[in-house]
């Protein structure tokens, strides 16, 4: 069962946040957490960003927020800084992609002639790894619907999970949690094996993976919407919802002995 936030104990070497619904209040990031995203990095306690958003969105926020790395398109795409340039992570060969775009986009196609009305989603032209089909964004189909374009795609040899809006797919073998690894070892002088001195925070469904991979886990406190189908429980619970709750996460981190 989850304990409450004042329970985790650090030090905290870095913190790993999703982004929307819990970086995000309403869809937006409110200036009071941006702060506090600020002074928790000048304080020397490093943020990466985790989303399955696109690497266009990814190269942006690196350029723009106070974060030492973005992980993109569910572990696709990892952009990290090199002195003043930005550098990126791939979850498979980068050789390998062209390949990989032309079988996704050939099973796209297919889906779209077998479910009428699927679409891929409009972010997918900003998209390196990764392709959307479109649902419930600027689609409406039903859930059922949704399911077959899953069963579909991993039909054909991809992964494929449903979120709110998207069914997400792309080559196997990556996860959010993989290039959460990669980034300890490569950036932070970390054992990718011992997760025990980093925290991980999330509000939903597709932050299962994270819950389970990282022993300081943390769910913002909208993430009970989901409770009952959550596979795996965060750690700790924080008190508030959505951006509140990254920054009582992030007032406690401060409030603990330095790494
Ligand atoms: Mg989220």
């Known amino acids: 069962m989850s304990r409450p936030l004042s329970e985790l104990r650090g030090p905290v070497r870095a913190l790993f946040s999703d982004v929307d619904g819990t970086m995000t209040t309403g869809e937006r990031i409110e200036a009071a957490t941006y702060e506090a995203l600020e002074q928790l990095s000048a304080s020397g306690t490093p943020v990466i960003m985790v989303t399955g958003r696109?690497?266009?969105?990814?190269?942006?926020?690196?350029?723009?927020?106070?974060?030492?790395?973005?992980?993109?398109e569910n572990g696709g795409v990892t952009f990290v800084r090199e002195g003043r340039r930005q550098h990126k992570l791939y979850g498979v060969p980068q050789a390998r992609l062209p390949e990989w775009r032309r079988r996704m986009n050939?099973?796209?196609?297919?889906?779209?002639?077998?479910?009428?009305?699927?679409?891929?989603?409009?972010?997918?032209?900003?998209?390196?790894?990764?392709?959307a089909i479109d649902w419930n964004e600027e689609v409406t189909l039903g859930a059922d619907d949704a399911e077959i374009v899953v069963s579909l795609l991993r039909k054909a040899g991809f992964t494929a999970v449903r979120s709110s809006v998207h069914v997400n797919f792309g080559p196997p073998h990556f996860d959010k949690l993989s290039a959460c690894m990669t980034v300890v070892q490569k950036l932070l002088g970390g054992d990718p094996a011992d997760l025990s001195s980093y925290v991980f925070v999330g509000d939903a469904l597709n932050d299962a993976?994270?819950?389970?991979?990282?022993?300081?886990?943390?769910?913002?406190?909208?993430i009970?919407?989901?409770?009952?189908?959550?596979?795996?429980?965060?750690?700790?619970?924080?008190?508030?919802?959505?951006?509140?709750?990254?920054?009582?996460?992030?007032?406690h981190v401060m409030s603990l002995p330095r790494a």
Request: charged letters at 25%; hydrophobic letters at 45%.
């Open 209 to 222: 993976p994270m819950f389970r991979g990282f022993p300081s886990s943390v769910g913002v406190a909208n």
């Open 224 to 251: 009970r919407t989901w409770w009952d189908e959550l596979t795996d429980k965060p750690a700790y619970l924080t008190e508030r919802p959505e951006g509140a709750g990254l920054r009582e996460l992030i007032a």
């Open 54 to 72: 696109p690497a266009g969105w990814g190269q942006a926020f690196l350029k723009i927020l106070p974060v030492l790395a973005v992980v993109t």
């Open 106 to 131: 050939e099973a796209a196609v297919d889906v779209m002639m077998k479910v009428p009305g699927a679409r891929l989603s409009s972010d997918s032209k900003y998209r390196e790894v990764d392709l």
